[in-house]
């Protein structure tokens, strides 16, 4: 007997700091009690924030929403470095930050703006000759890795604490696979003394904010969104009588749907009640679906 929840859509979960995203994952899987789930989006153990947990169908459009731009709130230090770029490694480097003023931090963070490539920390997940760097750096191993284009469209001072171990908090816009960690080494490298990340937070990842957030300890289904709501591509109604072809991966073809979008470009297959039956792109000579869904719960 099938005991798991049919529950199918995103949460958008507030992940506590100490939680890595795979355990968020878990966590929310026995709460609900579903068979599949996944994230759209990872958060280092140390940061708090938005994170999507995708359940049931759901998970078939977990890698539409990788791509989405991300908004970060950062605490850093100055004076002191670290090995993994933020509080949880181990100093490697302290220098004096009594030089450091506010015109020098603003002036730093305005450098940081726009176009730039990026290289990611040797503690990532990221896999560089079929190796993860966090593995190569946990055997006391560097490696030099590529540099990946990344853009910054908003970083503001929120606040400069000065004393013995200075404060700097900064909210940030970025693009997708944004280390904050780097960016937060490259400005200590800037200003002279050196830097690591405290805390981290995410406000927003695309469409989803911490208004709309959960705690784990007060999940609700109720409160959890849609496949439907989190697509954005165009939609196409299937009638309702080829929705069964669809759902079984029979070939449409062209002439059989109306108002379909240029060659190549993916859209949502929906049927007359506006639930997605697939996700589709179309060739010269006929539909090709990227993802099937099963029907609605």
């Known amino acids: 007997m099938d005991h798991f929840a049919k529950l199918n859509g995103i949460l958008v979960l507030d992940k506590p700091a100490g939680m890595s995203s795979a355990q968020a994952v878990d966590h929310v899987k026995r709460a609900f009690r579903v068979k599949r789930a996944g994230h759209g989006g990872t958060l280092d153990p140390i940061a708090t924030g938005v994170l999507a947990i995708c359940l049931g169908e759901g998970t078939k459009i977990a890698q539409y929403l990788l791509a989405d731009d991300k908004v970060y709130r950062a605490e850093l230090v100055l ?49 560089q000759d079929g190796v993860r760097l966090y593995k190569q750096a946990r055997r006391g191993i560097e490696v030099d890795r590529l540099p990946r284009r990344i853009r910054i469209d908003r970083l503001e001072l929120l606040a400069f604490v000065p004393g013995p171990e200075p404060r700097v908090t900064i909210e940030m816009a970025c693009s997708k696979g944004t280390y904050v960690r780097s960016l937060v080494d490259d400005l200590g490298h800037e200003l002279g003394c050196g830097a690591h990340l405290a805390e981290l937070r995410r406000t927003q990842s695309g469409m989803f904010s911490i208004d709309q957030a959960q705690r784990p300890n007060a999940l609700d289904p109720s409160g959890m969104l849609t496949i439907e709501a989190c697509l954005r591509l165009p939609a196409v109604t299937t009638p309702a009588e080829l929705v069964p072809f669809v759902r079984s991966g029979l070939q449409l073809k062209l002439d059989q749907l109306s108002g379909l979008p240029s060659e190549g470009t993916q859209f949502q297959l929906i049927d007359p009640a506006a639930k997605v039956v697939a996700i589709a792109h179309a060739t010269s000579e006929k539909i090709v679906y990227d993802r099937v869904f099963g029907p609605a719960l």
């Open 79 to 127: 004076g002191r470095e670290t090995d993994t770029l933020d509080r949880t490694g181990e100093t490697v480097a302290e220098h004096d930050p009594s030089a450091v003023t506010r015109e020098m931090i603003v002036a730093a963070l305005a450098a940081h703006l726009g176009e730039q490539d990026q290289i990611p920390p040797m503690y990532s997940a990221i896999k």
